[in-house]
């Protein structure tokens, strides 16, 4: 019986040579933008132990309680495969003694995470992430220049209508306080809720706000706000990170409703959007007139293609010293959809030249030889293209002509016996016999002329 074909995992995807333009766009706009503004580049494993999500990420988060890959090795080790990169960050900044040295501590990462999500469009199981993180001071300059950077690297890419969504989630000292007022508030609503939002009520009440259920989303209307109950510490911090954002220029708007998914967040939060995209930059009514109207249609436009903020409790909540610290990830499949969408082409990357020279070979002779003079002419700068898998001369020559080849060596049985090498203009088909020691030297001759 004839095998089933196999496929991908369900939201995982391959990155196939046609998409990879788009992929070296956003590595070389993350390296630029990123190294231009002192970020230094850590790749953390993709496993980690899974005790580092469940105190970092928050163990009763959608996140690690229902979307984390989480298992038991052979040797019963529990690791996971990380659902975010910031919790990696700091156990490496933990771990190698990173705040021994001069602080901040600036860090920016690219690299997959994986989250057992329900599947839509925007929603992978295996996504990238481009992320950043200044780890090791408070001051909220350094919250309006992660919110830069990742604005610069948005325009990098050409999105230059991105909308930020700003809100401040306060901290261990007033956000006790401010969850007992919103327990208050909604215990008394409480059959008006969604399923999710009624156990979410105990355990984690602020996602009631971001809920994205129509029915609770109404109910929010009348909510308390945080920003009314900050304390003071908090709320100074607030105003200084938006009299920063005043200053950039940046278009930004105050969400009271963003409060992320992430338990580790205090103070400063933050989301980018595309402008109008998921109905905000409008006044509330209008917005969730929209939502109806759209009749909750998940479009990535609509989706968040970044976001991050301030976790100044991270680094004790993983045995460090307390550590004030505050960055963003942005997802890579999102954005390059959005690319697509606006047909956002991909500027050409010089990391593969178009190949000047093509090699091509007959004979069991004429191949053996070929492997090693390939080798010569790629050492030697020459670059060169070659189908070693292929027999006929005039399946290489079609293949030299398709890739605009400006000579074609012919290395023949016969020739290789003799030690030279055939080069073939390509343009007038005129070709001449060289030895095979001067080849690679003759060629550079060649293209230098
Ligand atoms: P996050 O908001 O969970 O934050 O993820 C960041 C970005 O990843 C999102 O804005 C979105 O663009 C993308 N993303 C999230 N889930 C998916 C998915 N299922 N499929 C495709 N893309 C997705 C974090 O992960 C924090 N660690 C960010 C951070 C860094 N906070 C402070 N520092």
């Not at 956003?26 to 231009?36: F, G, I, K, M, N």
């Not at 999500?117 to 992978?124: K, T």
């Not at 909220?140 to 930020?164: K, P, R």
């Not at 998921?278 to 909750?296: I, P």
Request: with cysteine.
């Amino acid at each position: 019986m004839a095998k089933q074909p196999l496929q991908a995992p369900k939201g995982m995807h391959d990155i196939l040579p046609q998409d990879q333009p788009y992929w070296n766009m956003v590595r070389v706009a993350s390296t630029r933008v990123l190294t231009d503004y002192g970020f230094e580049r850590i790749d953390p494993p993709v496993l980690e132990s899974a005790e580092l999500f469940l105190r970092g990420v928050g163990a009763s988060t959608d996140l690690v309680e229902k979307q984390m890959y989480a298992f038991k090795t052979r040797g019963g080790d529990s690791l996971a495969l990380r659902p975010e990169i910031t919790a990696s960050v700091v156990r490496a900044y933990i771990e190698h003694g990173m705040h021994t040295l001069p602080q901040p501590i600036k860090l920016w990462y690219q690299g997959p995470v994986f989250r057992h999500e329900a599947l839509g469009a925007g929603r992978y199981r295996q996504f990238w992430q481009v992320g950043a993180e200044t780890l090791g001071d408070e001051n909220a300059v350094l919250d309006a220049e992660v919110i830069q950077t990742l604005f610069a690297f948005f325009l990098e890419l050409g999105l230059s209508d991105m909308l930020i969504h700003i809100n401040s989630i306060g901290d261990a000292i007033c956000r006790p306080n401010y969850r007992k007022t919103l327990i208050a508030y909604y215990r008394t609503k409480q059959e008006r809720l969604c399923e999710d939002c009624k156990r979410r009520l105990a355990a984690n009440p602020l996602r009631l706000l971001d809920c994205k259920e129509f029915g609770c989303r109404e109910l929010r209307r009348e909510a308390p706000q945080i920003v009314d109950h900050l304390c003071e510490a908090c709320h100074a911090h607030f105003r200084e990170v938006i009299e920063f954002l005043d200053e950039t220029g940046l278009p930004y708007m105050l969400d009271p409703y963003l409060v992320r998914g992430l338990d580790y967040y205090t103070r400063t939060v933050f989301e980018y959007f595309l402008e109008g995209g998921d109905g905000t930059g409008v006044d509330e009514e209008s917005r969730l007139a929209a939502e109806s109207a759209l009749g909750n249609v998940p479009r990535v436009t609509r989706l968040a293609l970044g976001g991050g903020g301030r976790y100044d409790g991270l680094a004790e909540l993983l045995g460090g010293k307390p550590t004030p610290a505050v960055g963003w990830a942005a997802g890579v499949e999102r954005v390059i959809e959005v690319l697509r969408e606006r047909e956002i082409t991909p500027r050409p990357v010089h990391m593969i030249p178009t190949p000047r020279v093509f090699l091509a070979q007959l004979g069991d002779l004429g191949k053996r030889k070929s492997l090693k003079l390939f080798e010569e002419l790629r050492h030697a700068g020459v670059s060169t293209a070659q189908a070693f898998s292929k027999d006929s001369l005039k399946a290489q020559l079609h293949i030299a002509n398709r890739l605009g080849a400006t000579w074609t060596l012919i290395l023949g049985q016969k020739e290789a016996l003799d030690g030279m090498i055939i080069v073939r203009e390509m343009s007038s088909g005129i070709q001449e016999m060289i030895g095979l020691d001067k080849v690679v030297e003759e060629l550079k001759k060649k293209m230098h002329k």
